[in-house]
């Protein structure tokens, strides 16, 4: 397992709301705010409800965000490259000397000697397990000199969250914490509820509106889209306008008798018109099911959100 849990190169094939992936028109996405909700497996802890707050001394602001934020990346995609190469001391490189690393419920380990040491054992446990890892959001303080990293990560036999905080040292990136934390593989969701997720992607991306609706009640509602017809058009309107292709997973699943909730995120790519480059944007979403009198479940209503950042 490597340290960041292998934070998620998901291969997870699923997605589902179009608002979600396309930009909802409500303000505040259901999507647990009412319901409640490997490589070195860096399980790290992408806590709630992060407030980043430059401190008061931070009123400088940074020269250049944009390329603060794209350091920040780039030492991101060395960890990982580290971690496919198993250089445990590549890893330890990229801390401050006070930094420290939390994963799970594993002691704090302090000091780039002593995580280099633990980045050993931890390699020499995970041989042949395979995963990734991916920042969702990198935020760079006013004052240029503080940053947080939080994403995700995908193993062989795990899954969870990571968030790191960095800061500068002598004019460059350091690694000052690194904290993760694991989750249920599919957020814990049921396998039907795997298999209909799976199904609304396979349906969106071939652009199959008619199997997309297929998944949801005759009087559910995607969005301000409410009933089979105008899901159906909603999709077909939106494809119109736009190409994407996307793919997500269930972060969390509760099931209360004949209702259940899922909620997760999504990644989308958007291939240009002409010519240019492809965009990919990620959201979040939230998806309620009905268990249905056959015993099949269906969803009945459909929300998600733009990740900004």
């Known amino acids: 397992m490597w340290r960041r849990g292998w934070r998620a190169e998901s291969n997870v094939s699923l997605i589902r709301t179009p608002e979600r992936a396309y930009g909802a028109n409500e303000v505040g996405w259901l999507r647990g705010t009412s319901l409640g909700s490997g490589v070195t497996m860096r399980i790290r802890q992408l806590l709630p409800a992060v407030a980043f707050v430059a401190p008061a001394w931070a009123c400088t602001p940074a020269a250049d965000p944009a390329a603060e934020e794209a350091a920040i990346r780039d030492i991101s995609s060395r960890w990982l490259e580290y971690s496919r190469s198993q250089d445990a001391a590549g890893i330890a490189g990229l801390f ?15 000091g780039k000697a002593n995580i280099e040491a633990f980045i050993a054992r931890d390699n020499a446990e995970s041989v042949g397990q395979e995963g990734g890892f991916a920042p969702e959001q990198i935020y760079v303080a006013a004052s240029g000199d503080l940053a947080v990293e939080q994403g995700t990560y995908q193993g062989t036999n795990s899954a969870g969250r990571y968030l790191t905080v960095y800061r500068k040292v002598d004019g460059n990136w350091r690694i000052q914490q690194d904290m993760s934390v694991g989750a249920e593989p599919h957020g814990g969701a049921p396998e039907w509820a795997r298999q209909s997720l799976a199904r609304w992607y396979e349906a969106h991306n071939n ?6 609706a297929d998944l949801y009640t005759p009087d559910a509602r995607v969005g301000d889209a409410r009933g089979r017809a105008a899901i159906i058009r909603m999709f077909r309107d939106r494809w119109a306008e736009s190409n994407p292709t996307c793919s997500g997973g269930y972060d969390e699943f509760v099931v209360v008798g004949p209702i259940a909730t899922g909620w997760g995120r999504d990644e989308c790519t958007f291939a240009p018109a002409g010519a240019g480059e492809p965009t990919t944007r990620r959201s979040n979403w939230l998806a309620v099911y009905e268990r249905q009198a056959d015993g099949t479940w269906l969803c009945i209503r459909d929300v998600g959100e733009w990740i900004e950042g």
């Open 96 to 110: 401050a000397d006070d930094g420290t690393v939390h994963w799970e419920d594993r002691p704090v380990t302090l």
């Open 207 to 212: 652009r199959d509106a008619n199997a997309l």
